[in-house]
C-alpha cells in the first residue's frame, strides 16, 4: 500500500462512521493523521473508534444542515487540536427511486439539504479556518451521477452535480493561497447507502460500469488520501472519476 504522509495533520470526516468515511477515516489514521469524525449516529461512531482503536480518533455528533452547529464544533475542534487542516464532506443520503413527476417534494428537499447545501455550510464555515493557517485540504465526495444523471435518481443526481459545481467555484476562490478544494465522483459502492436503494435501481448502477463490478471505498480513500496530502499541492477545482470506465467526461 502506497503511503501518504499526513502526520500531524487534522483532519474532520462528515459522515465518517461508515461507508467511504469510514475507509477514508482509517486510511487518515493510517497515514498518521488525527481524526474527528463527524456524524449523527452515535453507536456507530462509538463501533468505528472500536474498529480503528487510534488515540488520534475522535467524534462528535453533527448535524451537518446546521450552520450554527458546525461552526460550534469548527471552533471546538480548533480549540482542541490547535488548527483544522483536512475537511472531508462525505455525508449524504441516496433519497427515493422514483421519477421526476412523482418525487415528493419534502423528499426532495432533504436531499438536497444533505447533499448540496450541507457541503456548502461546511465548506462556508471551514474556510476561514484553513485561510488563517495558511493551509488547507477540502475534499466533497460528489458521484458519478451528478456527471451523468441517473433516472429515478434526480434529487441525488442533481445534489451531486450542485457539489461538483461548488468544488470549482471555491478551488478557483482559494487558487490563489495554499488550500486545495477537489472533488470524487465514484461509481457505486457497496456500502449501507444501498439500503435506500431498490434493487432495480442497484443493478442499473451496475449495468452501466465497464468493469462490472462495483467501486471498492479503499481505492476511494487512497485517491482521497493524496488529494488531502502535501503531496497534492496543484490540483485543486478539479472533478477525480473513479467510475470503473463509466465517465464519458
Known amino acids: 500500500m502506497i503511503q501518504f504522509d499526513l502526520k500531524d495533520r487534522v483532519a474532520v470526516v462528515t459522515g465518517g462512521a461508515q461507508g467511504f468515511g469510514l475507509a477514508i477515516t482509517q486510511r487518515f489514521i493510517e497515514s498518521g493523521a488525527k481524526v474527528v469524525i463527524w456524524d449523527i449516529d452515535e453507536s456507530e461512531a462509538k463501533k468505528a473508534l472500536e474498529k480503528i482503536k487510534s488515540k488520534n480518533l475522535s467524534y462528535q455528533i453533527v448535524d451537518v444542515s446546521d450552520f450554527k452547529k458546525i461552526n460550534e464544533k469548527l471552533t471546538e475542534t480548533e480549540s482542541i487540536h490547535g488548527k483544522i487542516d483536512i475537511f472531508i464532506n462525505n455525508a449524504g443520503v441516496a433519497g427515493m427511486n422514483t421519477t421526476v413527476a412523482e418525487y415528493p417534494l419534502e423528499e426532495w428537499n432533504k436531499v438536497i439539504n444533505l447533499n448540496l447545501n450541507a457541503v456548502f455550510y461546511c465548506c462556508k464555515a471551514v474556510v476561514p479556518f484553513m485561510e488563517k493557517n495558511d493551509y488547507g485540504r477540502i475534499v466533497n465526495i460528489a458521484s458519478i451521477a451528478g456527471k451523468e444523471g441517473n433516472p429515478n435518481a434526480s434529487a441525488y443526481s442533481t445534489s451531486k452535480a450542485g457539489v461538483i459545481g461548488l468544488t470549482k467555484s471555491l478551488g478557483k476562490e482559494l ?41 471498492k471505498v479503499e481505492e476511494l480513500a487512497s485517491l482521497v488520501t493524496w488529494l488531502s496530502s502535501e503531496e497534492n499541492s496543484f490540483s485543486t477545482a478539479a472533478v477525480f472519476d473513479l467510475s470503473g470506465g463509466r465517465a464519458t467526461y
Request: net charge positive; aromatic share 8%; hydrophobic share 40%.
Open 175 to 215: 487558487a490563489q493561497k495554499n488550500i486545495a478544494v477537489n472533488c470524487v465522483t465514484p461509481a457505486a459502492a457497496k456500502t449501507r447507502i444501498f439500503d435506500q436503494m431498490t434493487e432495480e435501481h442497484i443493478n442499473y448502477m451496475l449495468s452501466k460500469i465497464p468493469r462490472n463490478k462495483f467501486a
